[in-house]
């Protein structure tokens, strides 16, 4: 069903042929290089909120399906660049646009039931409310010393909110917060990488956390923020 409301985006609302979302199908003045047709053909929808769009960096999911994040890159015509989050709600047959996040920043994950959405931007993370057709910040967790915020993401329960941080002179670090509703308290600073951080992912059961850094390693923390293991690349 995914795949057929994206074909609808890339073509038109008449047109619903899976077929279409093959790269030779998508004309060449809706490519960027390196970017995947299907979220082209998705921010190509973007367009009546913005300038031009260059760059489509990230998309996420809710968990339910029923909601859709893009991050994009713009730049005016005075050579002013732009960046925002555009949203869309799966609501019925056919995605239904919702009102953009113009702020600089890229999609982190959105709480499970798709009501809460995390935003990463370089001065840390804000959290919104998406249920309506224009998002509400709910509430901002400022980077502090910790640096950008890179990517995010909730546990299954809500309960939970893990934040890739760029870190200071290249060492990354995650911070663990405590999410009640759109309230948060931070609960740990996970240190150990040596490198700008990748990664952040929470297991299906909420009981480990796993990082990714540039230093070549996925440490796995318990929920606490306590270490577990630390594994590195093989040899290939």
Do not use: N
């Amino acid at each position: 069903m995914i795949l057929a409301w994206l074909s609808v985006l890339s073509v038109g609302a008449q047109e619903t042929s899976l077929d279409r979302l093959k790269p030779s199908a998508i004309p060449e003045a809706r490519r960027w290089p390196g970017q995947p047709p299907e979220l082209v053909a998705i921010l190509g929808r973007a367009r009546k909120h913005t300038g031009d769009v260059h760059h489509a960096l990230r998309i996420a999911f809710s968990p339910d399906g029923k909601r859709l994040a893009a991050s994009y890159v713009e730049v005016a015509s005075d050579g002013t660049v732009g960046s925002g989050v555009c949203l869309w709600a799966f609501d019925g047959a056919e995605p239904k646009e919702r009102r953009p996040i113009v702020e600089p920043g890229s999609p982190g994950a959105f709480t499970p039931d798709g009501s809460g959405f995390v935003l990463c931007a370089p001065d840390g993370v804000s959290l919104w409310d998406v249920t309506g057709d224009a998002p509400t910040r709910r509430t901002s967790l400022p980077a502090g010393k910790e640096g950008a915020a890179y990517t995010a993401d909730v546990s299954p329960d809500g309960k939970s909110l893990a934040v890739a941080h760029f870190g200071v002179g290249g060492i990354g670090v995650v911070r663990l917060w405590d999410l009640a509703g759109f309230e948060a308290r931070e609960r740990a600073v996970l240190r150990g990488h040596e490198h700008y951080m990748t990664g952040v992912r929470f297991s299906p059961d909420g009981k480990c956390l796993a990082s990714s850094s540039r230093d070549g390693t996925v440490r796995l923390w318990d929920r606490s923020g306590r270490p577990i293991v630390s594994v590195r690349r093989p040899t290939m």
